[in-house]
């Protein structure tokens, strides 16, 4: 525990960068901390006088402002000494006593999620998963809980690094510690890497690890011990080998060795199945300069010097990662030929690496800072819009009250602005878009509650369905009684009155669209029955006759037919079985404002050479389209297959009975007339990948009706069914694919 005369040296660290009347402040709740903590234990077992100066001297390192210091010092002394919390707004003011009271509120909302203080021990199995799924609903209620103040997150990732911090130092191994582990590496963890705050992050990272996996955390450690000398000597040798390049070329930089984070390693060789020796960042240092400009002439300095690897390189400074990181990353071969990481970053670039945005609060000796009066918005945590103030910690001017009191005015109204959080009445939270409806809601917690919804209460209290929530209600959706699928939503609910959501709007028309498809296909049924009755073939194969149509499944034909696509004409004309030839295109009744698949019926304008009344079809094995070569096969009992030139099947075939080729060209077809035709993409994979390529469809016009996507070690493998007018129409979208952000390659299969 710390002792009172060892206060002197506490008090120095917790006061660092802070103003005369900040620093008393902070001093005056150590005193009071002190008083009321002496002798008392917290529930991890550690005395609560050495936790809360842990938590504040975290927080004075990442250069926290005195309310935040002072919240540190005193949140546990609600539960501590209750009789002593009941001044703290009388003695340190209202703003540090909400902050108390926010962080006891995580701490609670974390209590009724994991359990009584985190003492579960980690199981496996059923009860593992409950867990995760308990981690998941206590990140979102914190979330909840952050929009009142983002200073109220740092103190508790504060505490939660101080409480494992004591745990390693006592070698404490227990369901205790497992359960800390956990819940750090699944909650608190995640966080700080969403605040960019690094220097938290990996040691929460690490320290977790070494309670949930001691014996690999020991394995690792033990095998970066044992190649310590070498490692480093290499590395040394190689920074001093840029350092000569360097000075020779004129560019001030910092060079140094970068540290090694046990579960970085260990992620590492389980996710790309690499052995230690080759890992990269085993192997690493880090450049530091100037600007922007420098960081790229020392990019190409190193890739001069040493050999990178491909699609090793990453530009996080023109392609920031979303939490604001940047920096440039590359990896090289070096004379052992074994990989060496370098990173390269400005100086403000390395301080936001290590801080994230707590490397926005810079304090001098009167309370001043020197702000640039830039403003950046930023999304970061799970769409949370953080509002941060760009800081020259270089040169630190005294004197900027008025503009540290707007910045941290700005940093404690940080709010969810585009995203609200509501509650089941069984405590579960469900993140929604601002402006949300009782019917948002439902279609977030089902289609069938959505399908179903007829009331809802909000906080016990009946409300109209197009009644918009906020943050931290409790709503509650009233469902019509029946079977499923008996029950279904408004076509008022598309209106914006009603639903703010596209996630909702799609499932209620996805709904009436079933309803629809529906009523078209007993129409088409009926219409089609009418026919074989009129033509006394009741008895006659639906599936045979559909698939003599060219329909994959009756379903196809009765809904073809009940939009009025297909002619009722060309049923009456199969059951006769006459084959003659097809009828005239204007006996075909067609949807004019769509352009007509050659799948779907309409004619593909292939003429056999020689021949007339020869009924064809096109090859579904290469699927030719206008003006590919294209010459015929023909088959027993399904007219003639039209192949592409080049086809291999077609090659085959013809070297088995040559007899049977016949001659074909292209004649006339409809306007409208597509031809579906097979597309490869290859692409390195990431979000958002197939609704950029779904866009260059849409572009060319070009209707897509059939997708297969496979991703394998970062590669997305994609095959489309497109339908087109002519190949010229295709090469245009490939060459537009193209241009797409990753992909490699874009074909006609």
């Known amino acids: 525990m710390v002792a009172i005369a060892a206060l002197g040296s506490a008090t120095a660290e917790l006061v660092q960068g802070l103003g005369a009347a900040d620093g008393a402040r902070v001093e005056a709740a150590l005193a009071y901390a002190s008083e009321a903590?002496?002798?008392?234990?917290?529930?991890?077992?550690?005395?609560?006088?050495?936790?809360?100066?842990?938590?504040?001297?975290?927080?004075?390192?990442?250069?926290?402002?005195?309310?935040?210091?002072?919240?540190?010092?005193?949140?546990?002394?609600t539960v501590i000494e209750p009789a002593a919390a009941a001044g703290l707004e009388t003695r340190f003011g209202k703003e540090a006593t909400d902050l108390v009271s926010g962080v006891r509120q995580l701490i609670r909302l974390r209590d009724m999620t994991v359990g009584l203080g985190g003492q579960q021990p980690v199981g496996r199995g059923k009860g593992a998963a409950q867990k995760?799924?308990?981690?998941?609903?206590?990140?979102?209620?914190?979330l909840l809980a952050m929009a009142s103040d983002m200073r109220?997150?740092?103190?508790?990732?504060?505490?939660?690094?101080?409480?494992?911090?004591?745990?390693?130092?006592?070698?404490?191994?227990?369901?205790?510690?497992?359960?800390?582990?956990?819940?750090?590496?699944?909650?608190?963890?995640?966080?700080?890497?969403?605040?960019?705050?690094?220097?938290?992050?990996?040691?929460?990272?690490?320290?977790?690890?070494?309670?949930?996996?001691?014996?690999?955390?020991?394995?690792?450690?033990?095998?970066?011990?044992?190649?310590?000398?070498?490692?480093?000597?290499?590395?040394?040798?190689?920074?001093?080998?840029?350092?000569?390049?360097l000075a020779a070329a004129g560019i001030e930089a910092e060079v140094f060795g970068r540290p090694k984070h046990i579960y970085s390693i260990w992620s590492k060789m389980r996710g790309k199945e690499l052995d230690f020796t080759d890992l990269y960042?085993?192997?690493?240092?880090?450049?530091?300069?100037?600007?922007?400009?420098?960081?790229?002439?020392?990019?190409?300095?190193?890739?001069?010097?040493?050999?990178?690897?491909?699609?090793?390189?990453?530009?996080y400074i023109s392609r920031p990662k979303p939490n604001g990181y940047q920096s440039l990353h590359t990896v090289?071969?070096?004379?052992?030929?074994?990989?060496?990481?370098?990173?390269?970053?400005?100086?403000?670039m390395h301080r936001f690496a290590e801080y994230g945005v707590a490397a926005h609060w810079r304090y001098k000796e009167e309370g001043g800072s020197n702000f640039k009066g830039q403003q950046y918005d930023e999304k970061i945590a799970w769409l949370r819009q953080l509002l941060a103030w760009k800081t020259d910690v270089a040169d630190a001017v005294v004197g900027h009250e008025d503009m540290q009191r707007e910045w941290v005015e700005k940093l404690k109204s940080t709010t969810l602005d585009d995203r609200i959080f509501v509650l089941t009445p069984q405590a579960r939270v469900l993140e929604l878009p601002v402006g949300a409806t009782p019917i948002d809601f439902a279609y977030h917690l089902h289609s069938e509650v959505g399908h179903r919804c007829r009331g809802a209460r909000v906080d016990g209290v009946m409300v109209p369905l197009n009644t918009a929530l906020r943050n931290g209600q409790t709503c509650e959706i009233i469902t019509a009684k029946g079977a499923p699928g008996t029950a279904g939503p408004s076509?008022?609910?598309?209106?914006?009155?009603?639903?703010?959501?596209?996630?909702?709007?799609?499932?209620?028309?996805?709904?009436?669209?079933?309803?629809?498809?529906?009523?078209?296909?007993?129409?088409?049924?009926?219409?089609?029955?009418?026919?074989?009755?009129?033509?006394?073939?009741?008895?006659?194969?639906?599936?045979?006759?559909?698939?003599?149509?060219?329909?994959?499944?009756?379903?196809?034909?009765?809904?073809?037919?009940?939009?009025?696509?297909?002619?009722?004409?060309?049923?009456?004309?199969?059951?006769?079985?006459?084959?003659?030839?097809?009828?005239?295109?204007?006996?075909?009744?067609?949807?004019?404002?769509?352009?007509?698949?050659?799948?779907?019926?309409?004619?593909?304008g292939v003429l056999v050479v020689g021949t007339e009344g020869l009924l064809t079809q096109l090859a579904k094995c290469c699927k030719p389209a206008p003006p590919d070569g294209i010459v015929g096969f023909v088959t027993r009992g399904q007219g003639v297959s039209i192949h592409r030139a080049t086809c291999k099947n077609f090659a085959e075939m013809r070297r088995k009975a040559p007899e049977r080729v016949i001659h074909t060209d292209w004649g006339r077809t409809g306007q409208d007339t597509v031809y579906p035709v097979d597309l490869f993409i290859l692409a390195g994979d990431r979000q958002g990948l197939l609704r950029d390529i779904s866009?260059?469809?849409?572009?060319?016009?070009?209707?897509?009706?059939?997708?297969?996507?496979?991703?394998?070690?970062?590669q997305a493998r994609m095959t489309f069914t497109a339908e087109i007018g002519s190949t010229a129409q295709l090469a245009k979208a490939l060459l537009a694919i193209m241009e797409v952000g990753g992909v490699q390659e874009a074909r006609r299969h």
């Not at 014996?215 to 450690?221: G, N």
């Not at 070096?334 to 100086?347: F, G, K, N, Y």
């Not at 639906?542 to 060219?550: Q, S």
């Not at 866009?695 to 970062?714: D, H, M, P, W, Y």
């Open 37 to 77: 903590y002496q002798d008392k234990l917290c529930t991890s077992g550690q005395g609560a006088l050495e936790f809360s100066v842990g938590v504040a001297s975290t927080l004075a390192f990442l250069r926290s402002d005195a309310e935040t210091r002072i919240a540190a010092l005193l949140f546990e002394m």
């Open 695 to 714: 866009e260059v469809f849409s572009r060319e016009k070009i209707n897509v009706i059939g997708v297969n996507t496979q991703s394998a070690k970062g």
């Open 491 to 604: 076509r008022d609910w598309l209106n914006a009155e009603y639903t703010v959501s596209t996630r909702t709007r799609a499932k209620v028309r996805a709904w009436f669209h079933a309803i629809d498809l529906q009523e078209t296909l007993a129409h088409g049924r009926a219409l089609v029955e009418k026919s074989l009755q009129r033509e006394g073939k009741t008895a006659v194969n639906l599936e045979t006759l559909a698939h003599k149509l060219g329909f994959s499944k009756v379903d196809d034909l009765f809904i073809s037919v009940g939009k009025e696509e297909f002619s009722l004409r060309h049923v009456e004309q199969a059951l006769h079985d006459t084959g003659e030839a097809a009828e005239p295109e204007d006996a075909v009744v067609l949807n004019k404002s769509r352009a007509s698949s050659v799948e779907q019926g309409a004619k593909s």
């Open 152 to 245: 109220v997150v740092l103190v508790r990732l504060a505490s939660c690094l101080t409480t494992l911090r004591y745990f390693a130092e006592q070698r404490l191994f227990n369901d205790m510690t497992a359960a800390y582990g956990r819940e750090t590496m699944d909650l608190y963890a995640p966080l700080a890497n969403r605040l960019g705050i690094w220097q938290l992050k990996w040691e929460l990272e690490d320290l977790s690890f070494r309670f949930l996996e001691p014996d690999i955390y020991k394995r690792i450690a033990k095998m970066l011990e044992e190649k310590r000398m070498l490692r480093e000597g290499f590395v040394q040798s190689a920074i001093t080998r840029l350092k000569n390049e």
């Open 132 to 142: 995760a799924v308990a981690q998941v609903e206590t990140l979102r209620k914190m």
């Open 281 to 315: 960042d085993v192997r690493a240092f880090r450049v530091i300069v100037a600007d922007d400009k420098a960081c790229y002439a020392v990019l190409s300095l190193v890739h001069n010097l040493w050999t990178p690897i491909p699609n090793e390189f990453d530009d």
């Open 332 to 348: 090289v071969t070096a004379a052992d030929a074994r990989p060496l990481e370098v990173q390269i970053r400005t100086r403000e």
